[in-house]
């Protein structure tokens, strides 16, 4: 069963899917403000040929059911079928990517005239403090990375089961000299990368904003806490309604949260990467992320 359009391409179409549906699937995305309820009556398609199964005519004016216009949320494929995609129907998003310069935004956070105090802490630890083992220092890795940090005045601190996997290899790659990078928690530091050799200076963080509309990253140095620079996209789950609402029902009534994760997640890995590329930045330079956004966003 296809969809074919006026170009002539044609698209698989399942019958337990309406047009929209089948349409998004082929990453043709028709305008539905309303996340495809049959509430907005802007996901107008035309049929030309084949057969359909179709409700909610009440949105549409007399002259366009006869010109063959229907909702793509609520009409389904019984066949092949022919579809013509008004201008108004085609939904256009921006996906152009700014990246600029941010000297106004610097000079307001430093107008605050706050401490920079980051999450996180770098440390680079060598002899005298991180020594390879001998016949009367046998003690493990991970008790020797401990004392080490003890000795900087870090005490009781966690290091996950993700840090141990490679703990081994890191350490002795740059002979016992690496760089720990650390995260305060309401618990206490624990430790979320350790890496060979010395990258102290390298600090990094990401601060994410998810809006309804856009989605901003701003790249700031951890040391001093400069804004280095913003890259902002339009938020790619408008495909999947133009607002809050309807990006609810779509995840609640028609199973669309992973979408709507996959989509968001797109866009802020298609923002990170050339802040990286620009700035020459490995994903070790990265020593934070925080991301806010309104309770929808967040969950």
Known sequence: MKIVLPSGEAVEA??????????????????????????????????????????????????????????????????????????????????????????ELEALFKSFNVDISPITTKLYLTEPELTPPTLDD???????????????????????????EDLAHNMRQENWKVTVSMLSTECGEEVVRIAPGRSEACRYGLAIDIGTTTVVVYLVYLINGRLIDIASIYNYQIIYGEDVISRIVYATEHGGLKELQDAVMQDINSLIEPLKERYNLSDECIDSIVIAGNTTMTQ
């Open 14 to 103: 399942s019958p337990n899917l309406s047009l929209l549906e089948n349409l998004k699937k082929a990453k043709l995305h028709i305008t539905a403000p309303c996340g495809g309820n049959g509430v907005c009556g802007r996901c107008k398609l035309i049929v030309k040929e084949g057969e359909y199964k179709t409700r909610l005519r009440e949105k549409l004016p007399e002259k366009e059911i006869e010109e063959g216009y229907v909702l793509a949320c609520q009409t389904y494929p019984r066949g092949d079928i022919k579809v013509e995609i008004p201008r108004t129907s085609i939904l256009r998003v921006e996906g152009k990517i700014e990246v600029g310069r941010a000297e």
């Open 138 to 164: 046998n003690i493990s890795d991970l008790e020797r990375l401990k004392r080490a940090l003890a000795e900087r005045g870090f005490y009781e601190v966690k290091v996950p089961f993700r840090v141990l």
